[in-house]
């Protein structure tokens, strides 16, 4: 890639509300215009992620030819063009160069810019073809705050979870629709690996998936991930802001760990390995994401002297899961996030200057215990009978499955006096608002180190659609109990789909949640249901009367 930084005019005030509005409203017109029979064509549309102060990624797929479909292998080398500019018109350039789409990397394409101005709005795209005719979607993206700098507040969308079979991605657009995000935090379940009617059942899939198998291999990652690009809801959203993103275990198989998952079996699908490699090589390619150590994602990005965004890979490193209601969830010896990222956690968290540590994590930290005892009475039973101490855990996916992991970190955040720490999580197909204790037997009395923010999923499963019940029917009994068992959660949704919108400034950090109308309608509307923040050096959470504005 050849690049070329053309100089800019002074800094200037962006009405950012008018640049969204302006960008949104062209990208399925302009995806149409470039559709071609023959010759290259931008079916896929525009992204960028992984903002930093003077730099941003963009990423586009160039279909050099009909034939030359997501994993065919097909298609000849294809220049492309990409530019970026201060002005949806490209009246004020800040900097283009060159690129080529290749087979070897299904014909997606990557700038990795830098030399730009930091927290400003910007516009790119590309082009293709005899003269470079032929133009992608125009794309809007910002870059973040740079460093020491005392910005007032940064706002991101935050999703998860979202299943093509399972409903429309209506989430999206909505967040696409606002003008005030600073970018999209994505937590994981981008893609779901299933054969059609695997997940969910074929008598409620709303829409077929391509291809209808279970993906296994680089060919079909690149078609799974293909065929999601062209939601044009999915268009949208990576047209109108950066995607800050990090993989679950639905970007491999259900519930993955680093030797295998629930949902490969070696024997007929083959060596794990080479399924990890192929499903990472089609991320790579498809994602707005930097890769960092070993080709993972765990890494940090800065927004100023505000925020410190550690973003987490809890698949790559993971032991194997344990069985529920044993006592091996609290053996020392296993780990959900692997000795040096731990390390590189815990270091980050007590070195960073950031008023407020935000921490991605796929799956919850929160403890949650299940049963008729609530979890004060069930730890001195647990010690008696050898089983997990912080309760029956129900989810060994999570950092539950995991309890010295998260003991370690948690002693860390205590230990060290280390503020403000809030995680961010998706993974559960539920809503929830928690603090995150010191001793969850012994909460409220004993501390809470952080909070949590659960945000629901774009469109899985949830309570109401696994039990095919309307909304709300056993969803208050069930909320009620875990919230009885656990006096750390201070909310839960246990029906809905939506998104976040994550508010922080000095003061607080704010989630308001959001929620679809119903996910099988393309129209669907959104409306807010709660909102909960953290006060600054509290440690917990508190219901707030209204979202931000």
Known sequence: MTSRHLSAPSRRTVVRAAAATAVAAPVLASATSARAAEGPAFLHGVASGDPLPDGILLWTRVTPTADAVPGSGRGADTAVRWEIAEDKAFSRMAAQGTAVSKAASDHTIKADVRGLRPATTYYFRFSAGSAETVRSPVGRTRTAPAAGTATPGIRFGVVSCANWEAGWFSPYRHLAARADLDAVLHLGDYIYEYASGSYPT????????????????????RTRHGTYKTDTDLQSLHATHPVIAIWD???????????????????????????????????????????????????RLRFGSLAELHLLDLRSFRSEQASIGNGKVDDPERSITGRAQLDWLKAGLAGSDARWKLVGTSVMISPVAFGALPAHLLAPLAELLGLPKEGLAVNVDQWDGYTDDRKELISHLRDRSVTNTVFLTGDIHMAWANDVPVKAATYPLSASAATEFVVTSVTSDNLDDILRVAPQTVSVVAAAAVKAANRHVKWIDLDSHGYGVLDVTAER????YYVISDKTKKDATASWVRSYRTLSGTQKIERADAPVR
């Open 202 to 221: 074929q008598d409620t899939v709303v829409r077929p998936h391509s291809p209808l198998h279970e993906i296994l291999t680089l060919a079909d990652y």
């Open 249 to 299: 275990d639905h970007e491999f198989a259900n519930d993955a760990w680093s030797g295998g998952a629930e949902n490969h079996t070696p024997g007929t699908e083959g060596d794990w390995a080479a399924r990890v490699a192929a499903a990472k090589q089609a991320y790579f390619e498809w994602m707005p994401v930097r890769a960092s150590t070993e080709g993972t994602v765990y890494r």
């Open 509 to 512: 950090s704010q989630m308001d």
